[in-house]
């Protein structure tokens, strides 16, 4: 009974492991994804320029290359997006930093009467139990 209840937990474990790998494994190719997709972004406005350039230069003729490019970039910029947001909706947000527990309220201490942190020196009232920097136990 006992081993079998550890045997699960142990599979639940390597399952949730596996499935982070998974999540990692997808990010990455993400990430991989957009970086092509950006390069072929910067290409296509790249070669838009260019044809923009030619068409100033030489006139309209090559207008059908001009409207191909846009749309090359659109559907680039689509991709792009679709991507951009699959990666926001996966990248797990912070959590957010333990808070340290705070000192109970206390009495007023006597004016001037302080005490030093020994963990991270900062300065305390000289009644408190907890440090006001760090939370730890002030010793007295
Ligand atoms: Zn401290």
Same mark, same amino acid.
């Given at each position: 009974m006992l081993l079998d209840e550890a045997m699960s937990n142990m599979r639940t474990f390597f399952d949730n492991a596996a499935q982070r790998t998974t999540d990692t494994l997808q990010n990455s190719k993400s990430y991989m994804d957009r970086a092509k997709l950006r390069s072929k972004l910067n290409d296509a406005y790249r070669a838009l320029g260019k044809a923009e350039y030619e068409a100033a230069i030489?006139?309209?003729?090559n207008m059908n290359d001009i409207h191909a490019l846009i749309t090359e970039i659109s559907g680039l910029r689509q991709s792009l997006d679709e991507i951009e947001r699959n990666l926001h909706k996966s990248t797990p947000v912070a959590s957010a930093p333990p808070k340290a527990p705070q000192a109970a309220p206390?009495?007023?201490? %006597?004016?001037? =009467?302080v005490t030093y942190c020994s963990k991270c020196g900062k300065q305390n %009232? =000289?009644?408190?139990?907890?440090?006001?920097?760090?939370?730890s136990q002030l010793v007295h």
């Amino acid at each position: 009974m006992l081993l079998d209840e550890a045997m699960s937990n142990m599979r639940t474990f390597f399952d949730n492991a596996a499935q982070r790998t998974t999540d990692t494994l997808q990010n990455s190719k993400s990430y991989m994804d957009r970086a092509k997709l950006r390069s072929k972004l910067n290409d296509a406005y790249r070669a838009l320029g260019k044809a923009e350039y030619e068409a100033a230069i030489v006139g309209v003729e090559n207008m059908n290359d001009i409207h191909a490019l846009i749309t090359e970039i659109s559907g680039l910029r689509q991709s792009l997006d679709e991507i951009e947001r699959n990666l926001h909706k996966s990248t797990p947000v912070a959590s957010a930093p333990p808070k340290a527990p705070q000192a109970a309220p206390q009495q007023a201490a %006597p004016a001037g =009467a302080v005490t030093y942190c020994s963990k991270c020196g900062k300065q305390n %009232p =000289a009644d408190s139990a907890f440090c006001n920097g760090c939370g730890s136990q002030l010793v007295h």
